[in-house]
Antibody
Framework: QITLKESGPTLVKPTQTLTLTCTFS??????????VGWIRQPPGKALEWLAL???????RYSPSLKSRLTITKDTSKNQVVLTMTNMDPLDTATYYC?????????????WGQGALVTVSS | QSVLTQPPSASGTPGQRVTISCSGS????????VYWYQQFPGTAPKLLIY???QRPSGVPDRFSGSKSGTSASLAISGLRSEDEADYYC????????????FGGGTKLTVL
């Protein structure tokens, strides 16, 4: 059974850097064809894709946020870390991580429970 | 403004068949698979349909997906009260060096 869980601060100040950790079980990011993605959802709004990291350390970023995002993996700890710089109140959202099976084209399944991050001074 | 266009709301009565549309372009739906996610209030989204029309195990066959050109649809037959949720479509978009794009979501109400 695949499970993921996001962790990190619930409140950050404007201009600060956000660091979120996705800790997962039930799969390994060293297995060919596996990936982990990050998606966020502002309160009452739609989903927005942020970044992806693959088993081979290939990374993809949302073009509109690329300059602010960094995604890394720690295979030994079964973790993926997303950092977002220069946080703004508009970045207030629930941040989700999700498992991807690249080989079978099954994307974002399953999802973690989400972590609500509020950006406010 | 979402890249994929969905109606903000849809509704139906129990037992009815409802469809939710998702409109895109040649760089996303027109050339890549479409995915559908179901989200209940306060919970994480759940994959409902992948690769245009495939159902993950555990998803009832009342849910079906289709794609034609640059548009896709999610159909729910035999509507039940527990189907009341938000539904999102998604696809890979080949523009701007590649990105995942989502629809704005459709809130389904079971009357």
């Amino acid at each position: 059974q695949i499970t993921l869980k996001e962790s990190g601060p619930t409140l950050v100040k404007p201009t600060q850097t956000l660091t979120l950790t996705c800790t997962f079980s039930g799969f390994s990011l060293s297995t060919s064809g596996v990936g982990v993605g990050w998606i966020r959802q502002p309160p009452g709004k739609a989903l927005e894709w942020l970044a992806l990291i693959y088993w081979n350390d290939h990374k993809r970023y949302s073009p509109s946020l690329k300059s602010r995002l960094t995604i890394t993996k720690d295979t030994s700890k079964n973790q993926v870390v997303l950092t977002m710089t220069n946080m703004d109140p508009l970045d207030t959202a629930t941040y989700y991580c999700a498992h991807d099976s690249v080989d079978s084209s099954v994307w974002f399944d399953p999802w973690g429970q989400g972590a609500l991050v509020t950006v406010s001074s | 403004q979402s890249v994929l266009t969905q109606p903000p709301s849809a509704s139906g009565t129990p037992g009815q068949r409802v469809t939710i549309s998702c409109s895109g372009s040649s760089s996303n739906i027109g050339s890549n698979y479409v995915y559908w996610y179901q989200q209940f209030p306060g919970t994480a989204p759940k994959l409902l349909i992948y690769k245009n029309n495939q159902r993950p195990s555990g998803v009832p066959d009342r849910f079906s997906g289709s794609k034609s050109g640059t548009s896709a649809s999610l159909a729910i037959s035999g509507l039940r009260s527990e189907d009341e949720a938000d539904y999102y479509c998604a696809a890979w978009d080949d523009s701007l060096s590649g990105r995942w794009v989502f629809g704005g979501g459709t809130k389904l109400t079971v009357l």
